[in-house]
Every structure is written in C-alpha cells, then in structure tokens.
Nanobody
Framework: QVQLVESGGGLVQPGGSLTLSCAAS????????MGWYRQAPGKQRELVAG???????NYADSVKGRFTILRDNAKNTVYLQMNSLKPEDTAVYYC?????????????????WGQGTQVTVSS
C-alpha cells in the first residue's frame, strides 16, 4: 500500500556533501516518524537520524553537526543533508517511515523501508 523511493546517493570525496531524498507514495493517511539508517559492510544497520511528525529530530553521535534531517509533509518526503563527509560514512543508506494508511475498510499503521542507496566517500 505504501512505497518509499530513495535517491541522491553516489561517490563523493572526503569533506564533500550529498543530499539524500526519500519520497513516500500510496494510500497514505499520515506519516508519523521518518528516519535514515545505514549499513556498512560487515556491520549492523544503525540509525543515522530521525524526525517526528512535528519536526523533532535526533541524530547518531557520529553525525551530529554534520548531517541534517528535514521533512516536507506536503510532499511526503524526507531528506538527509550530509556535509563534511568522511570515509567512515560509506554505507548503504535506507529510508524508514512509520505510516498510517487506509484500505477499503480500515486504517492501519506499518513500518516501511526504502530499497537503499549507496553512499561512498573516497578520494
């Protein structure tokens, strides 16, 4: 019922910037919390940043002061602005959203994931 599509990954040099986007579509009634996670090779998936429906945010200590999470509720889109990128930021980045959606008979809430987008920081 709901799809998340990410874009914006790529290769960037250390110290560079990238902005990731994640657009939600489908039978959406309301998007609650949204967030970005990442998974590096051989490591567990970890939370990078989250944003609540009212705009409150939280960040992993490793990205505080460098990354900014934003959301555009009118477009059902969440962004991750990444500055001062480091090689250790290299990972597949996943968008996550807690979505209340409607069917013919009811409203339900589920957790959705995007397909992932690769971010590589290397000279």
């Amino acid at each position: 019922q709901v799809q998340l599509v990410e874009s914006g990954g790529g290769l960037v040099q250390p110290g560079g910037s990238l902005t990731l986007s994640c657009a939600a579509s489908g039978s959406i009634f309301k998007i609650n919390g949204m967030g970005w996670y990442r998974q590096a090779p051989g490591k567990q998936r970890e939370l990078v940043a989250g944003i609540c429906s009212g705009g409150c945010t939280n960040y992993a200590d490793s990205v505080k002061g460098r990354f900014t999470i934003l959301r555009d509720n009118a477009k059902n889109t969440v962004y991750l602005q990444m500055n001062s990128l480091k090689p250790e930021d290299t990972a597949v980045y996943y968008c996550n959203a807690d979505v209340t959606y409607y069917t013919h008979t009811s409203y339900n809430t589920d957790d959705y994931w995007g397909q992932g987008t690769q971010v590589t920081v290397s000279s």
